[in-house]
C-alpha cells in the first residue's frame, strides 16, 4: 500500500514541527516588540511636536505679590497664570524601563506665569497676548516665547438670513 501525501509520519525528520516552532516563536516575540515600538513611535511624536523652540520667557525677580487667579497643580507642579487657556501633557525622557518624566504646558496670552514645585517658586512675564511654553522636569523650570496651543472654539454656526430669526446657540 502506497504511503497518502497528506500522512503525518511522511516527514520522519521533524523539519515541518521545527519550522512550525520556529514560526510560533517568531509570532509571540513580534507582538510585543511592534507594541513596544509603538509606544516608543508615539512618544518620539510627543516629544517633537511639544518641543517648542524659541527665546526665553522674561523673568520676574521681585516678591511673589502678582495677580494669578487661574491656579492648577498638574502631577507634583503648580501653575498659575492671570490670562488665557492652558494645555498641559506629561511627556518623557529616557529608556523604555524607566523613562523620566516631565511636564509641558503651552499658554496663550497668560501675562503672567507662576511655576512651582519641589520648594521652588519662578515666575515668568511673557506678557499678555504672547504665547509661551513651560517645561518643569527634575532639574529646572524652563520657559520660551510661543507655541501652537490657541484655544480657538469651533466656529458657530450661521445665523439664518431672514429677519427677525435668531442664530442658535452652537451645540
Same mark, same amino acid.
Given at each position: 500500500?502506497? *504511503? #497518502?501525501?497528506?500522512?503525518?509520519?511522511?516527514? +520522519?525528520?521533524?523539519?515541518?514541527?521545527?519550522?512550525? !516552532? $520556529?514560526?510560533?516563536?517568531?509570532? /509571540?516575540?513580534?507582538?510585543?516588540?511592534?507594541?513596544?515600538?509603538?509606544?516608543?513611535?508615539?512618544?518620539?511624536? !510627543?516629544?517633537?511636536?511639544?518641543?517648542?523652540?524659541?527665546?526665553?520667557?522674561?523673568?520676574? $525677580?521681585?516678591?511673589? !505679590?502678582?495677580?494669578?487667579?487661574?491656579?492648577?497643580?498638574?502631577?507634583?507642579?503648580?501653575?498659575?497664570? *492671570?490670562?488665557?487657556? &492652558? +494645555?498641559?501633557?506629561? $511627556? #518623557?525622557?529616557?529608556? !523604555?524601563?524607566?523613562?523620566?518624566?516631565?511636564? &509641558?504646558?503651552?499658554?496663550?496670552?497668560?501675562?503672567?506665569?507662576? &511655576?512651582?514645585?519641589?520648594?521652588?517658586?519662578?515666575?515668568?512675564?511673557?506678557? &499678555?497676548? *504672547?504665547?509661551?511654553?513651560? *517645561? /518643569?522636569?527634575?532639574?529646572?523650570?524652563?520657559? /520660551?516665547?510661543?507655541?501652537?496651543?490657541?484655544?480657538?472654539?469651533?466656529?458657530?454656526? $450661521?445665523?439664518? +438670513?431672514?429677519?427677525?430669526?435668531?442664530?442658535?446657540?452652537?451645540?
Amino acid at each position: 500500500m502506497a *504511503r #497518502s501525501t497528506f500522512d503525518a509520519t511522511a516527514d +520522519s525528520s521533524g523539519k515541518a514541527a521545527t519550522a512550525g !516552532l $520556529a514560526l510560533f516563536v517568531l509570532l /509571540v516575540v513580534s507582538i510585543p516588540m511592534a507594541t513596544m515600538y509603538s509606544g516608543w513611535s508615539a512618544r518620539q511624536t !510627543l516629544k517633537a511636536n511639544w518641543d517648542i523652540e524659541g527665546p526665553p520667557c522674561p523673568v520676574d $525677580a521681585g516678591p511673589l !505679590l502678582t495677580n494669578a487667579p487661574k491656579a492648577f497643580d498638574y502631577g507634583d507642579v503648580r501653575f498659575a497664570r *492671570r490670562f488665557g487657556h &492652558v +494645555s498641559c501633557i506629561a $511627556a #518623557s525622557d529616557g529608556g !523604555l524601563v524607566t523613562p523620566e518624566i516631565y511636564r &509641558v504646558c503651552q499658554f496663550t496670552g497668560p501675562g503672567t506665569i507662576i &511655576v512651582g514645585t519641589q520648594g521652588r517658586t519662578v515666575v515668568f512675564k511673557p506678557g &499678555v497676548g *504672547r504665547t509661551a511654553t513651560v *517645561r /518643569v522636569d527634575s532639574s529646572q523650570i524652563s520657559c /520660551v516665547l510661543g507655541g501652537w496651543f490657541t484655544a480657538n472654539p469651533q466656529p458657530a454656526r $450661521a445665523a439664518a +438670513s431672514t429677519p427677525g430669526n435668531q442664530a442658535a446657540a452652537p451645540i
